[in-house]
T-cell receptor
Framework: GAGVSQSPSNKVTEKGKDVELRCDPISGHTALYWYRQRLGQGLEFLIYFQGNSAPDKSGLPSDRFSAERTGESVSTLTIQRTQQEDSAVYLC???????????FGSGTRLTVV | DQQVKQNSPSLSVQEGRISILNCDYTNSMFDYFLWYKKYPAEGPTFLISISSIKDKNEDGRFTVFLNKSAKHLSLHIVPSQPGDSAVYFCAARDNTDKLIFGTGTRLQVFP
């Protein structure tokens, strides 16, 4: 596609439920990144994919968070047993190579109630 | 431990004047620095970048300055326009090729 697409754009979920967030990167972009931005804070790195493998998962805040990428394309970020502190905007970005020229999607605003 | 810091959460500037946004970093191994601009309900968009081997990069109204000895970079916007009102994020690339972002500075340009 022309840009990075994320779905859903908004998600409200009850505490304890699982959620899946989807990212469709720009076609041909080999690197894919997940960040999150909690209210009043900066962009927090979560995980990075090069192709379908994740060489850097250092930012995942707990084992409730996982992500996968298939076909060097779509990625899903899964949060199990959501907590209120998971409320944030989850941003996905892709780049042709890992040179820092990211293109971001519009994000998924997750609200855990 | 915040490796990239933007100490001013907000900045207000009159239209036509210069906006200066500042960023400090702690890791001397960062080799590439970028500025992103973010409007509400949108993802950040790339604005301008600079390699660690340079001290200045200019693109139209936007200039980024890098002072490696002080581990400081700044973004200058001149002349500022109301459409520049947004949150500006400074980012640095680490040795694993991921970007470390600052907390952002909200710029408001008023008429």
């Amino acid at each position: 596609g022309a840009g990075v697409s994320q779905s859903p754009s908004n998600k409200v979920t009850e505490k304890g439920k699982d959620v899946e967030l989807r990212c469709d990167p720009i076609s041909g972009h080999t690197a894919l990144y997940w960040y999150r931005q909690r209210l009043g804070q900066g962009l927090e790195f979560l995980i990075y994919f090069q192709g379908n493998s994740a060489p850097d998962k250092s930012g995942l805040p707990s084992d409730r968070f996982s992500a996968e990428r298939t076909g060097e394309s779509v990625s899903t970020l899964t949060i199990q047993r959501t907590q209120q502190e998971d409320s944030a905007v989850y941003l996905c970005a892709s780049s042709l190579v890992a040179t820092g020229g990211y293109t971001f999607g519009s994000g998924t605003r997750l609200t855990v109630v | 431990d915040q490796q990239v810091k933007q100490n001013s959460p907000s900045l207000s500037v009159q239209e036509g004047r210069i906006s200066i946004l500042n960023c400090d970093y702690t890791n001397s191994m960062f080799d590439y620095f970028l500025w992103y601009k973010k409007y509400p309900a949108e993802g950040p968009t790339f604005l301008i970048s600079i390699s660690s081997i340079k001290d200045k990069n200019e693109d139209g109204r936007f200039t980024v300055f890098l002072n490696k000895s002080a581990k400081h970079l700044s973004l200058h916007i001149v002349p500022s326009q109301p459409g520049d009102s947004a949150v500006y994020f400074c980012a640095a690339r680490d040795n694993t090729d991921k970007l470390i972002f600052g907390t952002g500075t909200r710029l408001q340009v008023f008429p």
